[in-house]
């Protein structure tokens, strides 16, 4: 594993996990684990989808039951502290934007991959139901 690479640890804002909470995390930690052992990944990130979008104001309170977003687990140096925070608030407003695109393009369509090059890194999002996955690695030749 890369020096740059910190072992998998959960978020500090995660609470309590329950039993089927739990197997989940295994799950991801093994996922994270696999892929930050590639050589160009500089950091993996699990950000938890909220039960329904964000709303401002009394209903942006988080009901009995639904989930609330955030980063659940992260590896590597690139999302730790406030970039990781920055990282995982943008990657779900742009998830939330694309879903709404493709499904107005083709509806019933379903967003799985996204890949966006820049000249310093690439990122690899991958949403799912309740999370989704981000990779930070540096572009290949």
């Not at 939330?96 to 090059?117: M, N, P, Q």
Request: hydrophobic share 35%.
């Amino acid at each position: 594993m890369s020096s740059l690479l910190s072992p998998l640890r959960p978020s500090a804002s995660v609470p309590a996990l329950s039993p089927k909470t739990e197997k989940e995390t295994a799950s991801i930690e093994s996922t994270l684990s696999q892929l930050s052992q590639y050589r160009n990944v500089r950091g993996v990130m699990v950000v938890a989808r909220p039960s329904h979008p964000a709303k401002s104001g009394a209903e942006s309170r988080v009901r009995e039951g639904e989930r609330e977003g955030g980063i659940v687990q992260i590896s590597g140096q690139a999302f730790e502290g406030e970039g990781g925070e920055r990282y995982a608030r943008v990657v779900e407003r742009m998830v939330a934007g694309l879903e709404v695109a493709v499904d107005e393009c083709e509806e019933g369509d379903e967003l799985k991959l996204v890949r966006i090059r820049t000249k310093k890194h690439e990122l690899i999002i991958t949403p799912a139901e309740k999370y989704v996955l981000v990779v930070l690695q540096d572009p290949g030749e």
